[in-house]
């Protein structure tokens, strides 16, 4: 481009000066670099007679970053009573729904839940205000954890459970077994042994404080993460290795909340999708079973009613 701007204006341009047996050349032209950057470097003449022009010469910017996830929500049951969490168990054919002192079964039938039976949680103590709980299950059992009540049960054939006072710990990530965290009797935040205080919720070695913020071990705070919610969850890459974080925030000058999928690096939280909105206000996040998903209750803005949805990972075109 250089070359051809200088042909435009009656300037001979030659590359090979030293192959000619030319000892100097008119005009030379170079770009070179400096501390802060690129630099244009004009020099005119040669030996006594030479003249130089420098010019700092900004570099073309760079191309924006091609996000590379893409997120999809799909909403499997609403009900007017709060849902602190759901779980999809036998392949995604039976969701439990965790309320806040009963949960209930449905069987998935020609396309629709069914509800398929309903057991009262026998909580040892009341709740708190703003009441959370979390259920897991292994290949053997049901877990369900309140603040304050642990209990254990089977949710097939039928549905049943048994409840005994008291905080067990669990995996806040099943594939992360160096973080187990317990809730803390008559408030809704959760503790874990090296985490410094109480918290929200926990994700890759980083904590949604009280006092908001997200945190890591150190006291070192998250980049590019104000305004968010105090819900993270860290869940697998399904486009490379590692893990993505979610979490929700405000959405610009509206109601309600919306989503999206991080990497962190060097302490910053760098986007890798667009923002999904969501129905309402998020009232729960976690990592689902099954990788690469994540189980988000809502409260509808419009309904009023909770909304128990699939949050999803895809890689984008």
């Known amino acids: 481009m250089l070359e051809q701007e200088l042909r435009r204006a009656g300037t001979e341009v030659s590359t090979a000066t030293a192959a000619t047996g030319q000892s100097e050349s008119r005009l030379r032209v170079a770009i070179s670099e400096n501390i802060r950057g690129l630099l244009f470097v004009a020099t005119l003449g040669a030996d006594d007679n030479r003249q130089i022009a420098m010019l700092p010469w900004s570099a073309p910017p760079p ?14 049951h609403e009900q007017p009573e709060p849902i602190l969490d759901f779980l999809l168990l ?23 839940w069914n509800l398929n039976g309903v057991v009262n949680v026998p909580l040892a103590r009341p709740l708190p205000r703003d009441s959370r709980g979390h259920m897991t299950a292994d290949a053997t059992a049901l877990h ?3 603040a304050g009540t642990t209990c254990v049960g089977v949710a097939s054939p039928d549905l049943k459970l048994s409840c005994v006072p008291g905080n067990e710990s669990w995996l806040v990530n099943r594939r992360d077994p ?56 860290s869940i697998e890459n399904p486009c490379g290795s590692g893990a993505l974080m979610l979490s929700t925030s405000a959405g610009d000058g509206a109601s309600n909340d ?27 996040l976690w990592p689902a079973e099954t990788p690469a998903l994540a189980n988000v209750v809502v409260r509808n803005s419009k309904t009023g009613n909770y909304e128990a949805s699939r949050l999803g990972l895809a890689c984008a075109q």
Do not use: C, H
């Not at 036998?90 to 629709?112: C, E, F, H, R, T």
């Not at 009280?210 to 980049?223: F, V």
């Open 144 to 146: 369900v954890y309140f």
């Open 90 to 112: 036998d392949s995604g054919s039976q969701m439990l729904i965790l309320g806040a002192s009963k949960i209930s079964s449905y069987k998935l039938v020609n396309g629709q």
């Open 63 to 76: 191309a924006p970053q091609k996000l590379r996830v893409k997120l999809a929500i799909q909403t499997l």
């Open 178 to 233: 160096t973080l187990a965290v317990r809730w803390i009797n008559d408030r809704n935040l959760l503790e874990s042994e090296g985490a410094k205080e109480p918290f929200y919720s926990a994700a890759a070695g980083w904590f949604a404080m009280p006092g908001g913020g997200i945190e890591n071990r150190a006291g070192d705070k998250l980049r590019n993460a104000e305004g968010w919610g105090s819900d993270i969850a």
């Open 258 to 284: 919306r989503a999206l999928a991080y990497t962190i690096a060097d302490n910053e939280a760098i986007a890798q999708s667009d923002p999904i909105g969501l129905t309402g206000t998020e009232v729960s």
